[in-house]
Each structure stands twice: as structure tokens, then as C-alpha cells.
């Protein structure tokens, strides 16, 4: 029995450093890639979302030109006749052009607003940007990780088939075995390939719903994982904190044209008639101001003026919501990366506990001879599934990280997320 294990144990325990090694770096290797973050931002551009939320801006910017206009001029004509008593008629007409007057404050309110629009969808642009580039990394830090655990399982799976085939073997040739280590190793073969075909299904999903969100077809290439760093985050700067700091503009402005409506509306014109009768012409030129009462007009405008105060403290709320909201993701994502270095650290004691393991087995097989392996594959098998679960659970610390740290991309600062993505807003 021993040599026939002796082979099999020695190529077991051969591949488990390097597959520790791999299996524990292969989502951190792939994370800080140079080109990986402009190629998920390209890759972000083309998605239909964006060009939608390009648009807006386009459309917001185009109104500005429409913002703080002065009304049109206004002309009036009209014409009389009047047939006196005793036979004395006459004519008359006359010409108003007249010019409405904007109310106090109304233009600079309107300008104020349609650039509080502008800069809320600019904000929104961004926040688009964040959202999209979040969930494509945070679906490509879930295939990643599933790939990784897909290659472990693979390997796993390779070992027990030489096991089982092992024992197999030494059931063909009449050597005294137990026929329930053949059960439990085809047992455990059949739980990992199940869990195989599970793990390479998320990974295609995960991809899946990459693709989805990008607007690719299902073959399309997708870029690398990437993800900005905590480093690089600033609670005070973030698309969330730029939309809600572009209502509070907005609020203020809606204010202002409040309270400009509480002015009466008021117009200039310049009057000319002319009257014709028997005895000639009498030309009038005269000047004429024209003011509203604005009884009701008050009334409306205190309510509109406390709408927008709740409109701004609203906006303000969501603000501080906003900052704490990112002040917490980024102690979860430090927390994560706490839990994968830790992780990783272990996997060096782990693996060094293995390997003494497979070393005291590998001693006791060559002395004791034949008489002693009966349940030595068992024995190597469970080993070595020990060494699976252990570099599971490093893949797993690792993929919430990565997932994590995905987040972080929502609240990148926008003049880190817009620079490489104006091409839109200049098309058509």
C-alpha cells in the first residue's frame, strides 16, 4: 500500500504551496492593474445609461440661453368713428407699443435657477458615472472570485479523482480495503462538482449582469476589475454630495423667484393718436405706466417661499446623510481589507501546519510499511480539504473586499470621474 500512496500524497502536497500562493493572490493581483481603471471608465462610456444622462445635460445647458429673457414688446392699435349732432363727424385712431417690465429680482432669480439645473445634472451626470462603474466592478469582483474558487474546486477535484482511482485500484488487485472509502470518496467527488458547476454558474452571471449593465453583447470583452482607493475618497467631495448641493442652489434660487413674484408686474408705453373732424387733425403723444395689484399674489409667494426652505433643508439633510453614508463605507472597506490581510496572513501558518502534517504522514507510511495505510488516503484527502477550505475562505475575505472597495467608485470625486468621459457630451 505505501508505494502506491507515497506518489500520490507527494503530488498532492507538492501543488498545495503553490496553489496557496495562487489561490490567495489572485484577486489582490488583479486589483491594482495601471490601465484597469481607465479601461472600466471607457468601457462605463459607451453604457446607454450615460448617453441619457448626457443628453439631459445638453438640454439643461440649451435652456440657459432662454433664462432672464426680458418679455416681448407689445403693440396695440385700435380705431373709431364718432357721428356727432348737427352733422359733425370725426375719426380716430391710435397706437400703443407698449414694453412689460420683469418684476424685482425675477431675471437674476430665472438665471440662477437654469444654472442650479445645469450644475444639478452635471452632478447627476456624475453620479450616473459612479453607479455604473460601481456595479460593473462589484459584478467583475464576483466573477473574479468565483473563477478563483472555480480553479481551487477544479484542483481539489483532480486530487480526489487520483485518490479514488487509488483505491480503485487496490480493490482490483484483492488488496484488503474498505469498500466505504471508495463510497465517501466518490461521495465527496460528487458534493464538489456539484459546487463547481454552482461556482461557475455565479461567474457567468456575475459577467452576465457586467455586460447587461454596460450594454454589450453577451460575447463582448469586459474590462479588469478596478477600484479607487480609500485614499482617494473625500466624504466632502462626492456626486452625492454635488447633487445634493445643486438642490440647495436650486432651493435658493426657487426662493428667489418666490419672492420676486410678490412684486407687482409692471409695463412702459408710448401712446399716439390722431383725431380727424371737420375743423383738422389733433395729434395726441402720451406716456403710459401700468402696475398690477398684487393682493393675492403675496399670499402665493410666502407659500412658495416656505416650499423652497423645505426644498433647501431637505437638500442640506441629504448632504450630511451623504457624507455619513460614505464615512461608513469607508470604515467597512477598511475593515474588509483588515479581514483579507488577516487572512492571508493565517494561510502561511496554515500551510505550514499541512506540510508537517504531510510530512509526519509521509514518516509514518515509509516505516510502518504496508500494514499501517488503510485509511492513509482518508487521512491525505481530508488534509488536503482542509488546505481547500482554508484558501475558500482566503478567496472569500479577498472577494468581499474587492466587492467592497467596488462601492468606493460611487464616491469618487466627479472631476475624477467626468474628465474622461466629456466625448459624450460633445456628440450629437
Not at 36 to 45: N, S
Not at 56 to 85: F, K, N, Q, W, Y
Not at 103 to 116: C, F, I, N, P, V
Not at 311 to 320: I, K, L, N, P, Y
Request: net charge positive.
Amino acid at each position: 500500500m505505501s508505494p502506491r500512496l507515497l506518489p500520490f500524497l507527494r503530488a498532492g502536497f507538492c501543488s498545495l504551496a503553490a496553489l496557496t500562493a495562487s489561490a490567495a493572490l489572485l484577486p489582490a493581483a488583479r486589483a491594482q492593474t495601471p490601465a484597469a481603471a481607465p479601461a472600466l471608465l471607457d468601457a462605463v462610456t459607451r453604457a446607454p445609461q450615460l448617453a441619457a444622462a448626457a443628453q439631459r445635460i445638453a438640454a439643461a445647458r440649451a435652456r440657459t440661453d432662454a433664462a432672464g429673457r426680458l418679455p416681448d414688446p407689445e403693440v396695440e392699435a385700435m380705431g373709431s368713428r364718432v357721428d356727432a349732432p348737427l352733422g359733425e363727424s370725426r375719426t380716430m385712431w391710435e397706437l400703443t407699443v407698449r414694453q412689460p417690465l420683469p418684476k424685482r429680482g425675477e431675471r437674476a432669480a430665472d438665471r440662477a435657477r437654469s444654472s442650479a439645473v445645469v450644475s444639478l445634472a452635471e452632478a447627476d451626470y456624475a453620479l450616473t458615472v459612479g453607479d455604473v462603474a460601481a456595479d460593473l466592478a462589484l459584478a467583475l469582483a464576483e466573477a473574479d472570485g468565483a473563477d478563483a474558487r472555480a480553479a481551487l474546486l477544479t484542483a481539489q477535484l483532480t486530487r480526489l479523482d487520483a485518490a479514488l482511482a487509488t483505491v480503485q485500484s487496490r480493490l482490483a488487485a484483492g488488496v484488503t480495503t474498505r469498500l466505504a472509502d471508495r463510497l465517501t470518496i466518490q461521495s465527496r467527488v460528487a458534493s464538489l462538482q456539484l459546487q463547481l458547476e454552482h461556482t461557475q454558474r455565479t461567474a457567468a452571471d456575475a459577467r452576465a449582469t457586467a455586460r447587461g449593465r454596460l450594454g454589450l453583447a453577451p460575447d463582448a470583452p469586459l474590462p479588469a476589475f478596478s477600484a479607487p482607493t480609500t485614499n482617494e475618497i473625500n466624504p466632502a467631495d462626492a456626486p452625492t454630495v454635488a447633487v445634493a448641493t445643486a438642490r440647495i442652489a436650486e432651493a435658493n434660487a426657487l426662493g428667489q423667484i418666490a419672492r420676486a413674484s410678490a412684486h407687482p408686474m409692471t409695463s412702459v408705453g408710448v401712446r399716439f393718436e390722431r383725431e380727424r373732424s371737420s375743423m383738422g387733425n389733433t395729434d395726441t403723444l402720451g406716456l403710459a405706466l401700468s402696475s398690477e395689484l398684487p393682493w393675492r399674489n403675496r399670499r402665493s409667494a410666502r407659500a412658495e417661499v416656505r416650499a423652497a426652505e423645505a426644498d433647501r433643508a431637505a437638500a442640506t439633510a441629504d448632504a450630511t446623510a451623504a457624507r455619513h453614508r460614505i464615512s461608513s463605507t469607508l470604515a467597512r472597506v477598511e475593515r474588509a481589507e483588515r479581514v483579507a490581510a488577516t487572512a492571508r496572513r493565517l494561510a502561511a501558518d496554515t500551510r505550514t501546519r499541512l506540510d508537517a502534517e504531510h510530512e509526519a504522514l509521509t514518516r509514518s507510511l515509509s516505516v510502518t510499511g504496508m500494514g499501517a495505510g488503510e485509511s492513509a488516503v482518508l487521512h491525505a484527502i481530508d488534509i488536503l480539504e482542509k488546505s481547500t477550505e482554508t484558501q475558500l475562505q482566503i478567496i472569500e475575505a479577498e472577494t468581499s473586499a474587492r466587492t467592497t472597495r467596488a462601492e468606493l467608485w460611487r464616491y469618487l470625486s466627479p472631476a475624477r470621474l467626468t474628465p474622461a468621459l466629456r466625448a459624450p457630451l460633445l456628440s450629437p
